[in-house]
């Protein structure tokens, strides 16, 4: 069984920032691509960035020229910088993978932005 841990939530101001890392249980090289996924109280889970075996990346408009998501194959490690942060970022943050028909998720993070 695959586990996704994430770490570096926390609380932070508005525009600040907090970089969230998801480690993975086995080479990430193995997944077809890796997601950040958030969701807020009350709210539906949305998602955040997508980053693909080839490196290629989405992101949602929401969080576009802010957040940037990167992979480190060398130690199995998807991560998430979060720049200027506002309160409408304040979320539980989760990991996922995605192997063919297999998916995987983290237990999340939560991420608090006071205004």
């Known amino acids: 069984q695959v586990q996704l841990v994430e770490s570096g939530g926390g609380s932070v101001q508005a525009g600040g920032s907090l970089r969230l890392s998801c480690a993975a249980s086995?080479?990430?090289?193995?997944?077809?691509?890796m997601n950040w996924y958030r969701q807020a109280p009350g709210e539906q889970r949305e998602l955040v960035a997508t980053?693909?075996?080839?490196?290629?990346?989405y992101y949602a408009n929401t969080v576009k020229g802010r957040f940037t998501i990167s992979r480190e194959d060398a130690k199995n490690t998807v991560d998430l910088q979060m720049n200027s942060l506002k309160p409408e970022d304040t979320a539980v943050y989760y990991c996922?993978?995605?192997?063919?028909?297999?998916?995987?998720w983290g237990q999340g993070t939560q991420v608090t932005v006071s205004s």
């Open positions: 980053i693909t075996d080839g490196g290629s990346t």
């Open positions: 086995r080479s990430i090289s193995s997944f077809s691509y």
């Open positions: 996922y993978a995605n192997a063919f028909q297999n998916e995987y």
